[in-house]
């Protein structure tokens, strides 16, 4: 069932050239449905920070899928999405679809300033990127050999950026996902030793996991120029709360989520970590 009197309507997608917005831009063109992506860099750019950038990026607009940098999580996410949902509301946007994380408490405080805007929402808590080893965190790391993380020997059932698009999509096209919150995971927790032993295989070279501490990680993030606030998400994987497999993508779709040798396979093929 597609939302009616929306087809010609463009669907905003903020963050549009990230892991999951620019498939969710391709998934929806696919479809013949108008995206506009937007981001700090795009030709209608939108910046969480400067709400004089919000006006033209949701001209027109009646849904939009909204996803948080660096994560809903950090200081003033809640502020600025709840601002930004009620200012959508206001302008006519009806559909709004948060990326959520699975198990982040301070990720519920946006969620419910989202959901306080009056719209018609469904949130999307996903566990771990699939894709942050070869598009983003990770990739420089498993190209140099070495994942240097804080996260011991615990496991996370890593979600694909594939499904949690396929999901995103469903949500912004079909009524019947209004006024649910949808948890993705992976088919199977992996450690990281599971992890370095997937890339290895897939890459024919060795990758190693190193465990460090929640110090020394916040000291190598740092002289990366990352936030520090990022070694704090290692407790969503330290403390076990996301180690159980959830069942949002089959609860979705019909089917099950992509497992993580797949991923690999697909990612290896297209040479990203290639050195």
């Known amino acids: 069932m597609s939302t009616q009197g929306q087809d010609t309507a463009p669907i905003l997608v903020v963050g549009g050239t990230g892991k999951t917005g620019r498939r969710v831009v391709d998934r929806l063109r696919a479809l013949g449905r108008p995206a506009r992506p937007v981001s700090r860099s795009s030709g209608i750019p939108f910046v969480w920070e400067?709400?004089?950038?919000?006006?033209?990026?949701?001209?027109?607009?009646?849904?939009?899928?909204?996803?948080?940098?660096?994560?809903?999580?950090?200081?003033?996410?809640?502020?600025?999405?709840?601002?930004?949902?009620?200012?959508?509301?206001?302008?006519?946007?009806?559909?709004?679809?948060?990326?959520?994380?699975?198990?982040?408490?301070?990720?519920v405080a946006s969620e419910e300033a989202l959901k306080a805007s009056g719209c018609d929402w469904t949130v999307v808590r996903a566990d771990w990127f699939n894709q942050n080893f070869s598009e983003d965190f990770f990739l420089d790391p498993v190209r140099s050999g070495e994942l240097a993380l804080p996260a011991g020997d615990a496991v996370e059932p890593f979600v694909d950026a594939d499904d949690i698009a396929d999901v995103v999509v469903a949500a912004l096209t079909d009524d019947r996902h209004i006024g649910r919150t949808y948890e993705l995971s992976g088919p199977r927790p992996l450690s990281f030793h599971d992890v370095a032993r997937e890339l290895s295989a897939a890459t024919g070279r060795t990758i190693t996991y190193t465990p460090v501490g929640a110090d020394e990680y916040r000291a190598m993030l740092r002289e990366a120029g990352a936030p520090e606030e990022f070694a704090d998400l290692f407790t969503l994987i330290t403390d076990g709360r996301n180690a159980g497999v959830v069942h949002g993508v089959r609860e979705v779709?019909?089917?099950?989520?992509?497992?993580?040798?797949?991923?690999?396979?697909?990612?290896?093929?297209?040479?990203?970590?290639?050195?």
């Open 50 to 107: 400067d709400e004089n950038t919000w006006q033209a990026a949701l001209e027109g607009a009646r849904a939009a899928y909204v996803t948080y940098y660096p994560d809903l999580a950090f200081p003033g996410a809640k502020e600025n999405v709840g601002r930004f949902a009620a200012f959508a509301v206001e302008r006519g946007v009806r559909r709004l679809v948060l990326l959520s994380g699975r198990g982040e408490e301070g990720a």
């Open 253 to 275: 779709l019909g089917r099950e989520p992509k497992d993580f040798s797949r991923y690999v396979e697909e990612a290896a093929a297209t040479g990203v970590w290639d050195v």
